[in-house]
């Protein structure tokens, strides 16, 4: 009796111990007292990434402006110039059908937009950086436009190069691989201490592929440096369905995660200053043109504090040689965990085709291949396609792009001659790769550590994709 007295005594001191600290944290989300993990230090060097002049104040105004304060450097990378907004276009220059020069000239009233607003945040105008891109045009930059061989042309500028005289490289042509050197180039030079960069499940396309291109050229450029320590991430968010809801300006209110998304990271608030606040509107409103069509939502950012997101770094588990077979059970996975868990029915066409709404991803490898297994709402359906790409990172930095199409029990691989597997049943679909290819190619996966997965699922349209996820693979075994 008096040792089970114990036993319950210490169970309570345990139960104490382990969660009161948790629930504790958990409750403290979204006080103002919660201790933020954004803590500034006058040796920080902080990157802000902005896919489109805006995006800096509406997602971390606050921030940069509470960091020059506290004596940090920072510094704001813009992508694109914002030249694809033909709303914004079309009241700019009141025409209804813009012409392409209409929207260059949008590009740069968008900059100029951008530098007064900096200066409201003081930061000063020789710390902003336009890269150029084509706003509406990164997830193609990211997806099937990455060589150089190919360029992407916007539809709205009609240029296949950056057209602006200011851009970080000039004419910079527009390619995933263009974009990648300019960011590594950026990183490799300012060595920044955190990065500021838009959220993986942030809808909008220019804002998730910002998200890939930054958190790939981040691990890509650290990876085998040790000793240096990788940059912070903290994500901000834009556009999730209605978030943040009700739209308009309360600048008393705190911002909640956005609905499906609770649970995915670790969400922070950083409380924000009275006058951190004040400047982070009066940054907003130098966005006339942005201010013209959707004030309201630009206002509902105007908050007591900002809120960041953090994850942590996913490691491709390495199993027993063949403990994974490609038949579409899902028992041989029954001691990993998903790599990634995806909200479901979080858009209209994945609630109406279900066999598209992806729920999770998994994956693994053993000596000879790469495993992937992707879950959905609905049983996989051979009239959806899914479309899984991959982005082998070597050593060195380069990145090689691998394209996989499923559809059925059809399966098509950008290298034809790589030997990728697949099956699927109820709502589970495997699929393996193999970890070495041909000596002609100058990469493959048992050579790299670094490597980026997402999914992509259609049907006519666009179904449903998954977050872009930086994977790091066990030490390779170097290979003659
Ligand atoms: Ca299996
Ligand atoms: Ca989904
Ligand atoms: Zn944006």
Redesign the pocket.
């Known amino acids: 009796m008096r040792s089970k007295l114990c036993i319950g005594f210490l169970a309570v001191v345990v139960f104490f111990a382990l969660f009161i600290p948790v629930c504790g944290a958990v409750l403290g989300l979204h006080g103002p007292e919660a201790a933020s993990p954004v803590s500034l230090v006058p040796s920080d060097r902080l990157l802000v990434v ?3 002049p ?2 800096e104040v ?1 997602g971390c105004g606050g921030l940069l402006w509470t960091a020059l304060q506290k004596g940090c450097e920072v510094r704001v990378l813009y992508i694109t110039n ?1 030249d694809g907004y033909w709303h914004a276009t079309e009241r700019v220059f009141k025409r209804v059908f813009p012409r392409e020069t209409d929207f260059i000239s949008l590009g740069n009233l968008r900059r100029e937009e951008a530098i007064a607003a900096l200066s409201r945040l003081e930061v000063p105008q020789d710390q902003a950086v336009f890269l150029g891109f084509p706003n509406g045009g990164m997830d193609r930059l990211w997806g099937d436009f990455w060589s150089p061989e190919r360029l992407y042309r916007s539809p709205h500028t009609r240029q296949q190069s950056s057209p602006y005289p200011y851009s970080y490289r000039s004419k910079a042509p527009y390619c995933g691989s263009e974009l990648w050197s300019e960011i590594i180039e950026i990183l490799g030079s300012w060595r920044p201490t955190s990065v500021v960069l ?1 959220h993986p499940q942030d809808t ?1 396309p ?2 998730w592929a910002t998200a890939a291109f930054l958190d790939l050229a981040v691990e890509g450029l650290h990876q085998g440096s040790l000793g240096e320590k990788i940059p912070q991430r903290f994500y901000y968010m ?2 999730r369905g209605k978030w943040p809801a009700p739209y308009g300006y309360d600048p008393v209110r705190t911002l909640s995660p956005p609905k499906g998304l609770e649970g995915l990271g670790l969400w922070t608030p950083f409380p924000l200053a009275e006058e951190a606040v004040v400047r982070k509107r009066s940054a907003l409103e130098e966005y006339r043109s942005q201010l013209r069509v959707s004030s309201k939502f630009l206002m509902s950012f105007v908050a007591k504090g900002e809120l960041f997101c953090e994850f942590p770094e996913k490691k491709l588990p390495l199993t027993w040689p063949q403990l994974i077979e490609v038949d579409g059970r899902t028992e041989d996975w029954a001691g990993l965990d998903p790599l990634s868990v995806e909200p479901t029915q979080d858009n209209i066409v994945g609630r109406l085709e279900s066999s598209g709404d992806f729920s999770a991803i998994w994956g693994c490898d053993d000596s000879e291949n790469l495993y992937l297994r992707l879950d959905t709402q609905g049983p996989i359906s051979s009239r959806t396609l899914y479309t899984v790409f991959l982005k082998i990172v070597n050593p060195d930095t380069a990145v090689y792009p691998l394209m996989i199409q499923i559809n059925g029990r059809r399966v098509k691989c950008s290298i034809s001659s790589l030997q990728v597997k697949s099956a699927f049943r109820s709502n589970h679909l495997e699929l393996s790769v193999p970890l070495t290819f041909a000596p002609r190619f100058r990469t493959d996966l048992a050579s790299s550590q670094l490597i980026s997965v997402q999914a992509f699922s259609s049907r006519y349209v666009q179904v449903d994709h998954t977050a872009p996820l930086v994977l790091h693979r066990a030490t390779p075994v170097s290979t003659p």
């Open positions: 902005a896919p489109h805006d995006d509406i914002g838009p909008h220019d804002h834009v556009h």
